[in-house]
């Protein structure tokens, strides 16, 4: 008696119809390639989706260079060399200094889109050449920026 018969022959030399003779599976150079791809479209989602997000949950702030507060007989002004932070331009919306608000029609200019010279008239502070006062500015969104400013005599360039 002969085992198998007709089929058993063929499938053993590999020829029968019915069947493929050699089941290939992937080689680790395809696998490679295809991790690869993936690797590349990932990273590129990913990066679309950090530019296009990040800058609108990163709050924009304002950073105080400089302070000084120039005294002339007809008061005091409050110079400010201010750098916005971030890509936004930023609305100052109250300077307080030694405790006291000065209102926002005193502060010229109110919206800040780069390195700016912000001018402060000072009109209810009594100051001293000498002395150094703390402030600082309060954005529209919250942020606020400190600053120290040291009093001086006013009276234009190279005044005493």
Known sequence: MQF??????????????LMPTKLKGMTS??????????????IAVGWYLYTTFAAAGQQASLTVVS????????GATLTLEVVPQGG???????VEIAGTQVDTSK????LISGPTTVIVTLDDINVAV??????????SNGAVA???????AGGGEGAP
């Open 29 to 42: 150079l395809e696998i490679a390639i295809i991790v690869a791809i993936v690797l590349v479209i990932a």
């Open 107 to 110: 502060i010229t200019p109110t």
């Open 67 to 74: 302070a000084k507060i120039t005294t002339t007989e007809d």
């Open 146 to 152: 400190p600053f120290s400013a040291s009093v001086v």
């Open 88 to 94: 936004a331009s930023v609305q100052i919306k109250a």
């Open 4 to 17: 198998g018969g007709y089929t058993t022959k063929y499938i053993r030399r590999g020829v029968h119809p």
């Open 130 to 139: 000498g002395q150094v006062l703390t402030g600082r500015v309060v954005l």
